[in-house]
């Protein structure tokens, strides 16, 4: 069993390394390490007043000295080990850089600490000893300090060196040892167990109860701390939404009217340009387009932030929002010598959505299609029903995209182009795909392969009404 409290600890370690090598658990351990190094050296000073005491006022009769003084001084030096190891990394900063070494201390030490009260349990009676019950605190040490697995193979481990107290006591192949006061062996009323009995439980109690009350106070305090960072979160959410509303009613009357002078400057109703003079004006709407689109993704986002989105969500028949977009869009892939066509199975069942942020992801995965798939290249929207969702997907056979470069294609404000051509849009399109999905209960993704075009796909679930209304 030994053995296996090894493997959990390797476990343990190896996790360590890992992702959780920063969890507040892993942070504490080097000063959770520290303050029971402290209680240790209590223990052994315990054990050591506690048998002179014993002796010499309460009378109890067989206890040996020198053995119990023996495993007091065994035990501290021990723990004058323990001590001096872990207390450079008592800080969290510290422990972070050291969480395989104090995950292996704390091991030896919860093992040490079982070898060592099977040993004095056998000196202070055995099987009837009083001190049966700090196998219990034992195990609290251990859950306190390590991972479920790890403590409950300690526990184990604990346990199964009491088996072996008890069974080779039963079995005569461990001689027993009963101090008269310390376990019942003379008279049924002898008073010294009595007194011994309600000192040592009363002190387990008194040990356990610290325990429990400042594993509490931590978990009260970790949860008021939380409950503050949830507070300021939503604090600079309500700041981040009417952020967004401010930006997209600020710029939309100024740039509306930018479009309008542009318009009326390349109509020429001003007079005659010149050529440098069109250049200008078609590099300047060029601009401008690209500002409206970020306009259009930021009033997408401010839509997103609304708190009561789910409440406005309702059948929605993505056939019509598919032939919608398809047709506004065919002139545009046509002007860039692409064809734009759907498939759209008959029967098709509704998603539980709201229309208008639908629309908004399809347009979004399709002028991105036209945007990097190239000239003379073929772009199809399909949809079709697979168990409780809808899939809707934007494909197309242009130049693909680097599989290294496919795991960013959703992050906000990243732009990866698919050819050989520089990366345009304001990077927000397909984060918004994104966040409408989310929002809908739905996911994301790409498949793509240099070469081989790639496949946007959008998943919903499914529409389903009851008797009571829409769901």
Known sequence: MVSSANRALAADAATADGGDALLSHSLLLGERLYFFSRLRFLAAAGILTGVLFAIQVVGIEGLDLAVLAGTAV?????????????????????????????????????????????FTIWQVGGSQSPFLAFYILHAIFASVMLSRRAAFAHAAAGYLMLAALVLGEWFGWLPRHRPLGAVFGGPENDFRVVWTLLFLYGLLMAATTYLATGLTARLRESERRLRDAVLRTERLADLRRSFLHVVVHDLRSPLGAVTTLLDNLSSELGGPLTPQQRQWAERADHRL???????????????????????????????????????????????????????????????????????????????????????????????????????????????????????????????????????????????????????????????????????????????????????
């Open 74 to 118: 065994f035990l501290a030096l021990c723990n004058l080990a323990v001590f001096f190891a872990v207390r450079p990394y008592r800080r969290p900063e510290r422990a972070a850089t050291a969480t395989r070494l104090l995950i292996w201390t704390a091991s030896a030490t919860i093992l040490l600490d079982y070898l060592v009260l099977t």
């Open 289 to 471: 387009r690209g500002a409206l689109e970020l306009l259009r993704g930021l009033q997408v986002l401010a839509d997103l932030e609304t708190e009561s989105l789910a409440n406005l969500m309702v059948s929605v028949d993505l056939r019509a929002i598919v032939q919608e977009v398809v047709e506004e869009y065919a002139d545009l892939a046509q002007q860039a010598g692409q064809s734009l066509t759907a498939e759209l199975p008959e029967g098709l069942p509704a998603v539980r959505g709201i229309a208008r942020l639908l629309r908004e992801a399809l347009v979004n995965y399709v002028t991105n299609a036209i945007k990097h798939a190239g000239q003379g290249r073929t772009i199809v929207v399909r949809v079709r029903a697979q168990d409780a969702s809808v899939r809707m997907e934007v494909q197309d056979d242009g130049p693909g995209i680097p599989p290294e470069k496919q795991a960013q294609l959703f992050q906000e404000f990243v732009r990866v182009s698919k050819g050989k051509g520089a990366e345009a849009g304001t990077g927000l399109g397909l984060s918004i795909v994104r966040r409408i999905a989310e929002a809908h209960g739905g996911q994301v993704g790409v498949r793509s392969a240099p070469g081989q075009g790639s496949s946007f796909f959008l998943t919903l679930p499914i529409f389903k009404a009851t008797g009571q209304g829409e769901t």
